[in-house]
């Protein structure tokens, strides 16, 4: 996920780009660039790696004089963060300047081509495709040029481009990622989105997919990429400059979670769009041989990641049929484990630096074992240091507490365990048809919990004030449990445990009274029946209980005090819709509590000593 701004109009481009760019930080920061058309018609390109602040240190070092400009703030997903991977990416001739959020599929096919024309390349990125693409068909109408290199493109863009031949035109463009266009006096913006023009104005065009916009200082025209005309009535932003990098949000976790529906589907871009065809993991780095003499699977993580892997071991075991185990990173290293030939380590982990966990992956590398991480952050040590990695695509995720990351972290190696099921032969067709259909459906459904947000606030009202709580599971939804208790104690600060359903009656039911709430996550499923005796166990206590319930159910209501509705799904996935109303009532009984909440007390977002 990256971020990009565009400007033209009177006032100095690089001064509007890095503002509107400072806004956008949170989508990315790991390389940025701003391309200027100067009034002497050249292009000047700045480029860094690292902060925006090295931008801003380099222009003041070399200013760029000019009013029409893109900028770009870089989430690295194909090549590593450097200055020459980083965006604006140019033409060969340098007249060209284009800077691109999203993923481009084919980029692969389209590179070889493009090669084969003549065009050269000297990124490793998907991006650079399209520049040289819009240069094939550029012949003076950079908007006709677009339209035509845009039907060679498969996967998802929001662009910004500059020609200098034209100091008067912007092209801009969308498909699946987000893009405005804000309407000014004299001048015009586009971005990321609106929180990244709302420092000069509250008045945007909001671009759908197939749609491009044709931008000079006076006048702003929007088409579809065949050039039919496109009605479109402004949109009027309603939250002050001040609120844009959360985007209209009170708090980074809160944007965080209502990310999770794109941020899924740009986690199976590429990767998984059709049930009936297979998946496509690059750099899982595993060849079909390696996949079948797999002997154990060893998940090892800290924290949320750590629950991630519990609910990865749980997969593993139940459908590719390879002895699995999860273990927390600290505690693997304590007990010097003994590795098999023929051991897979998966190595969870959303910062892709967390110090415990990169001990672990040392230990179990030195024992023999093949190591394939889970990571967002691209390039990260963990990243650098295994055999393979699978990139959780979550963009960059400000809350200490994790959110998109964990949904993400489960798809993404449900997405592994399907392709070994598969490539192993351990489930059926029709069962693996039915779980990747399952994974598609999942950003829909998840975006249906976030319209009942309203629902988990009402609840969060009744049992805010509660000292203790406790979070019941069983089998899949044992990690959702314990997720659940780790979200709410580490923002609210109310003690919360996750723990087995089964074992309460082993002595934690001694704690349940009145004023302990139980969250029991009950989902219909192989473990649905006892669970609903566990909620009767806590009932007959005097236990207020919140279920967890897929729509639907008759029973939980009958059973429980209040019920959060999850949509069906199999409860192979579930634990990536439970997690979502948990997240929400975490975080509404934390802002009741008036809490810190994206910089909770103690915590750090990475934890880089053991
Ligand atoms: C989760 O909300 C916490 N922030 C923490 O448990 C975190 O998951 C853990 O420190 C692991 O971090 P990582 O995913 O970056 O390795």
Not at 57 to 75: I, K, S, Y
Not at 364 to 379: F, I, M, R, Y
Request: aromatic content about 6%.
């Amino acid at each position: 996920m990256c971020g990009i701004v565009g400007y033209i109009g009177e006032r100095q481009a690089t001064e509007v780009c890095l503002a509107g760019l400072k806004r956008l930080e949170y989508r990315g920061y790991d390389s940025a660039g701003i391309a200027v058309v100067q009034d002497d018609g050249t292009l000047e390109v700045t480029k860094v790696v690292g902060k925006l602040a090295n931008l801003a240190q380099a222009l003041e070092e070399q200013p760029v004089d000019g009013t029409l400009g893109v900028g770009h703030t870089r989430w690295a997903t194909h090549g590593k963060p450097s200055k020459i991977n980083s965006h604006p990416h140019t033409s060969n001739d340098g007249r060209i300047a284009l800077v691109h959020n999203g993923i481009i599929e084919n980029y692969a096919e389209l590179r070889d081509q493009l090669t084969e024309e003549g065009f050269e390349f000297v990124s490793e990125t998907d991006t650079e495709v399209i520049v040289h693409l819009v240069d094939k068909y550029y012949d003076g109408d950079l908007a006709e040029a677009f339209r035509m290199a845009a039907r060679d493109l498969e996967g998802a863009f929001a662009v910004g481009i500059v020609c200098a031949d034209n100091p008067d035109q912007m092209v801009a463009a969308r498909r699946f990622s987000p893009l405005v266009v804000g309407i000014g006096e004299g001048e015009n913006f586009i971005a990321s989105d609106m929180g990244a023009v709302r420092e000069w104005t509250d008045q945007v065009y909001v671009i759908d997919d197939d749609e491009m916009a044709v931008i000079t200082r006076d006048s702003i025209e929007l088409t579809d990429l065949e050039g039919n005309p496109v009605e479109r009535e402004p949109y009027t932003i309603p939250w002050p400059a001040d609120a844009a990098q959360k985007g209209g949000h009170k708090h980074f976790m809160h944007k965080e979670i209502h990310e999770q529906p794109r941020a899924m589907r740009e986690c199976l871009l590429g990767r998984l769009s059709d049930p009936e065809k297979s998946i496509n993991l690059e750099g899982l780095n595993m060849s079909e041989q390696e996949i079948q003499s797999l002997r154990k699977v060893v998940f090892t993580a800290c924290g949320t990641a750590y629950h991630a892997g519990l609910v990865g071991r749980f997969l593993m075991e139940k459908l590719a049929r390879i002895p699995s185990e999860a273990d927390l990173a600290a505690e693997l290293r304590a007990r010097d484990p003994v590795v098999l030939d023929g051991t897979l380590a998966i190595v969870v982990s959303q910062s892709g630096e967390t110090a415990d966990t990169l001990v672990a992956l040392r230990e179990l590398k030195e024992k023999g074992a093949k190591v394939v991480s889970v990571v967002n952050v691209v390039d990260s040590s963990i990243a650098r240091e295994s055999d393979g990695v699978v990139y959780i695509q979550a963009g960059p995720e400000i809350g200490v507490a994790s959110t998109k990351a964990y949904t993400l972290q489960i798809l993404t190696i449900a997405l592994i365990v399907a392709h070994f099921a598969d490539v192993r032969g351990a489930a059926s067709e029709h069962e693996l048809i039915e779980l990747r259909r399952a994974m598609l459906k999942l950003p829909e459904q998840a975006q249906e919990l976030l319209e009942r947000e309203e629902d988990v606030k009402r609840v969060a009202e009744k049992y805010y004030e509660s000292p203790n709580a406790l979070y019941l599971g069983r089998g899949v939804n044992l990690p959702s449990a314990m997720e659940g208790a780790l979200k709410l104690k580490e923002i609210s600060y109310i003690h919360a445990e996750g723990y087995s359903a089964g074992e309460m009656k082993h002595g934690p039911i001694a704690l349940v009274e009145p004023n302990l709430f139980t969250v029991a996550i009950a989902v219909k499923g192989d473990v649905y029946d006892k669970m609903i005796g566990n909620i009767q166990e806590i009932k007959a206590r005097s236990g207020p209980v919140i279920g967890v319930a897929f729509d639907g159910d008759t029973e939980i209501p009958r059973q429980a005090d209040d019920v959060l509705w999850v949509p069906e799904c199999p409860e192979l996935v579930s634990p990536v819709t439970t997690a979502i109303p948990l997240q929400l009532l975490s975080y509404h009984i934390a802002d009741m509590l008036g809490r810190e909440i994206d910089q909770p007390r103690n915590l750090a977002k990475t934890v880089t000593v053991e």
